[in-house]
Antibody, heavy 118, light 107 residues
């Protein structure tokens, strides 16, 4: 069955770079899109960006300068790197799947909590 | 960016009741709206997409309506498992944006 699982450090220092991994199973990265979405504690959801089935990327312009999404299809992994972290980046980070031609998310990972410490 | 305004912020209802949650877009998004349910410890669940299309496996007591800027999620005959947080999301243009959420609680 379709599964997505986020992993990464729970605590990161301000000004450093966050690296998260989304490991997927049950579907191919070359036939689906994967997005990253985050949710600060007690707040709403924010779309960060995605990597399309063909490997190209789209980013939220508000974060584009700090964000890079890539993938390793041999490992069925999507990688997120975000630099210059601030305490406002403290959030649960989710990876999600979208099938081709649509931009809603039919599967979500459980999320990984990331705390940025000053 | 398309701003999504969701209401009410909180909603309390009893089992068996029907409730509605509203979502308003800052500009027309045609029919391209999705609804999600969020519960602690579980992956977010897609309920509705394209405004009114029920995702596979979602009970028919959930329904969506609307187009343009105004949308509604209706849940008929509330069951215990329906309580939680609900979010709308426009999937019309990038960046994809979400509503601020509605917390549905048991009265």
């Amino acid at each position: 069955q379709v599964q997505l699982k986020e992993s990464g450090p729970g605590l990161v220092q301000a000004s450093e770079t966050l690296s998260l991994t989304c490991t997927v199973s049950g579907f191919s990265l070359t036939s689906n899109h994967v997005s990253w979405v985050r949710q600060p504690p007690g707040k709403g959801l924010e779309w960060l960006g995605r990597i399309r089935s063909g490997g190209t990327t789209d980013y939220n312009s508000a974060l584009k300068s700090r964000l890079r999404i890539s993938r390793d299809t041999s490992k069925s992994q999507v990688l997120l790197k975000m630099n210059s972290l601030q305490t406002e980046d403290t959030a649960i980070y989710y990876c999600t799947r979208s099938v081709l031609w649509v931009s809603y998310f039919d599967y979500w990972g459980q999320g990984v909590m990331v705390t940025v410490s000053s | 960016d398309v701003q999504m305004t969701q209401s009410p912020y909180n909603l309390a209802a009893s089992l068996g009741e029907s409730v509605s949650i509203n979502c308003k877009a800052s500009e027309s998004i045609s029919r391209y709206l999705a609804w999600y349910q969020q519960k602690p410890g579980k992956p977010n669940k897609l309920l509705i997409y394209d405004g009114s299309t029920l995702q596979s496996g979602i009970p028919s007591r959930f329904s969506g309506s609307g187009s343009g800027t105004d949308f509604t999620l209706t849940i008929r005959s509330l069951e215990p498992e329906d309580f939680g947080l609900y979010y709308c999301q426009q999937h019309y243009e990038y960046p994809l944006t979400f509503g601020s959420g509605t917390k549905l609680e048991i009265k």
